[in-house]
Nanobody, 123 residues
Framework: VQLQASGGGLVQPGGSLRLSCAAS????????IGWFRQAPGKEREGVICIASTDGSTYYADSVKGRFTISSDNAKNTVYLQMNSLKMEDTAVYYC?????????????????WGQGTQVTVSS
């Protein structure tokens, strides 16, 4: 498994959760890492991305100010910190890697996908 996502769970509205995406050093050095989510009956949505080239980030409007992406090279892990969670954030979250390392916004730009992790925001 080249990408391993974890950290999902059940959280109340307004709460926080941190997702992890473990990957090899080779991938983290040469690929952009993004997080996508898919809710039942909806299309997969690109949420956030971090470039390996310069560390720049992209945030979807729906998560700006609430979600943060970061990379811990020592642990070969990219984190998605989710704060002020809303019920509409409920979805299966996937991490993915895009060859080339630049910011990638659409799913078809990604070459590798991890398994999903369920995030449920509910009272």
């Amino acid at each position: 498994v080249q990408l391993q996502a974890s950290g999902g769970g059940l959280v109340q509205p307004g709460g926080s959760l941190r997702l992890s995406c473990a990957a090899s050093r080779f991938i983290l050095n040469g690929y952009a890492i993004g997080w996508f989510r898919q809710a039942p009956g909806k299309e997969r949505e690109g949420v956030i991305c971090i470039a390996s080239t310069d560390g720049s980030t992209y945030y979807a409007d729906s998560v700006k100010g609430r979600f943060t992406i970061s990379s811990d090279n020592a642990k070969n892990t990219v984190y998605l910190q989710m704060n002020s969670l809303k019920m509409e954030d409920t979805a299966v979250y996937y991490c993915a890697a895009a060859r080339g390392g630049n910011i990638a916004r659409s799913a078809d730009e990604y070459d590798l996908w991890g398994q999903g992790t369920q995030v449920t925001v509910s009272s």
